[in-house]
Structure formats: structure tokens, C-alpha cells
């Protein structure tokens, strides 16, 4: 893509609307970098995101979520897939916004807990109702999605649907492919 060359492009959504990996494919399409940041948290720290919640605790990790919102702030040419929730810290959204395009990934409940299956370890979606707590969560973080230059709604779409939807609302943005 040219034209945009200093920007990111940069994924939110709640969990299980596909950021990861249709990051890294969006990435690759572009040839732009790719980079996820939970999986740099995790680097960094040497621990997991469930073992810095049960060990430091929920704001703990959104510091270091904000920290590292700050960083990627520094970045161009990068695919950024945020956790999913990085933009309800408003700060965090606008520091976003200047470094880049901020796209938003929806799905309904069904398909969000479909994704995000048995065994999965997400502190927040732990417990014994899963489906009204990811109704819950999702309704409350509505507001800030909404807040993305776009959305894009992947309940029903593959992952080369879900790039080329975005690929395609990019270029109102100033990217051509
Ligand atoms: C969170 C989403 C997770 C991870 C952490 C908190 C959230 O990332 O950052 O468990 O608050 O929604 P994914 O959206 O990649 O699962």
C-alpha cells in the first residue's frame, strides 16, 4: 500500500473478533510489520496475561497496556492488534488515532464464544456464565468500539473476507493497495 506509509493500522475489538489473526494477514497483504500486544506484554514480562491478572491484578495490566499503547504511538508501517480492551482507556484511543487508522472488529455473542471456546484462559471470561458475561462486557464496551474510524463486522465472514472488507475501507483513508 503507498500513500499512508507513515500510518498504522490498527485492530480493536472485543475478544474472539479475529485482531490476531486477521492482523497478520492484513499485515502480510500489505507488507507492512505486524505486531500484537498482548503477545509483547507477554514477552516482556515473562509472563502470561491470565498469570499478570492473578498475580498483579486487572490494573496492573492495563498499565502495562497503556505503556504500551505509548510505544506503538512511535511506530509506522505497523499492523497493530490491540486487546481487547486497550481503547476503553480513552487515552489510550486517542494516542491510537493520531499514530494510526483505528478499525474496529465486531461479532455477536455466539460467535465470540464459539472462538473463544472451552479451555480458553482469558481472565475476564473466566466463571460460570460465560455467554451473559461476554453479553455483559460486550455491551458496555460498545461505546468505545463505536468510537473506531470504522467497523467491521466478522460474524459471518473468513479471514481473507474480513482483509479484503478492510483493505477495501482503507482506501477512503488514503491507502491504495
Ligand atoms: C482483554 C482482552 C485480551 C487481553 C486481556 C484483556 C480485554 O486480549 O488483553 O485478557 O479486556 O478484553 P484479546 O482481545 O486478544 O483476547
Redo the contacts with the bound molecule.
Keep these: 500500500m503507498t500513500g499512508a506509509e507513515k500510518r498504522n493500522i490498527v485492530l480493536c475489538g472485543?475478544?474472539g473478533t479475529g485482531?490476531?489473526s486477521v492482523g497478520k494477514r492484513l499485515a502480510a497483504r500489505l507488507n507492512y510489520r505486524f505486531l500484537d500486544m498482548?503477545e509483547l506484554i507477554e514477552k516482556e514480562t515473562g509472563l502470561t496475561?491470565p498469570q499478570i491478572f492473578s498475580s498483579q491484578g486487572e490494573p496492573a495490566f492495563r498499565a502495562l497496556e497503556c505503556r504500551m499503547v505509548e510505544r506503538v504511538a512511535e511506530l509506522t508501517g505497523y499492523v497493530v492488534a490491540t486487546?481487547?480492551?486497550a481503547i476503553v482507556n480513552p487515552q489510550n484511543l486517542q494516542t491510537l488515532k493520531r499514530c494510526g487508522v483505528v478499525i474496529s472488529l465486531t461479532a455477536d455473542t455466539k460467535t465470540v464464544l464459539a472462538r473463544t471456546g472451552k479451555g480458553d484462559t482469558?481472565?475476564?471470561l473466566q466463571g460460570s456464565d460465560r455467554v451473559e458475561r461476554i453479553r455483559q462486557l460486550m455491551k458496555q464496551r460498545e461505546p468505545f468500539y463505536a468510537q473506531a474510524d470504522f467497523i467491521v463486522d466478522t460474524s459471518k465472514l473468513r479471514i481473507k473476507q474480513v482483509v479484503q472488507a478492510i483493505v477495501d475501507r482503507l482506501q477512503a483513508f488514503g491507502f491504495t493497495p
Design positions: 472485543f475478544m485482531k490476531s498482548d496475561i486487546g481487547g480492551g482469558r481472565p475476564l
